[in-house]
């Protein structure tokens, strides 16, 4: 069993930086290939990156790609998600999951997932 937690998310403006950290409880976390999706109001969640369970391989999402960088440090059991450059498009809330596949972008791919943390980019 993993439980996740989010968080780091709040109110910045536009071309800010913000970081979300997944902070992740569980023996077998360290064997979880863990992703990063995001939900705005009325609209379907939208993956945004994914790291895999060694932290060697990662992939984005085309909206986010040379703006979002995501890491992982097992030593804390703790994945990041560094944005820069943010948009007002990039306002949702924010969501981490843990799963086995890599790379998967669907929603239903993953076992395990956070409670969300929102993020709100002003104009």
């Known amino acids: 069993q993993v439980q996740l937690r989010e968080s780091g998310g709040g109110l910045v403006q536009a071309g800010s930086s913000l970081t979300l950290t997944c902070a992740a409880s569980g023996s077998t976390f360290s064997s979880y290939d863990v992703a990063w999706f995001r939900q705005a109001p009325g609209k379907e969640r939208e993956f945004v990156s994914v790291i895999n369970w060694s932290g060697g391989m990662t992939y984005y999402g085309e909206s986010v790609m040379g703006r979002f960088t995501i890491t992982r440090d097992s030593a804390k059991n703790t994945v990041s998600l560094q944005m820069n450059s943010l948009k007002p498009d990039d306002t949702a809330v924010y969501y981490c999951?843990?799963?086995?596949?890599?790379?998967?972008?669907?929603?239903?791919?993953?076992?395990?997932w956070g409670q969300g943390t929102q993020v709100t980019v002003g104009s």
């Open positions: 999951a843990a799963g086995k596949e890599f790379p998967v972008v669907g929603p239903s791919e993953y076992d395990y």
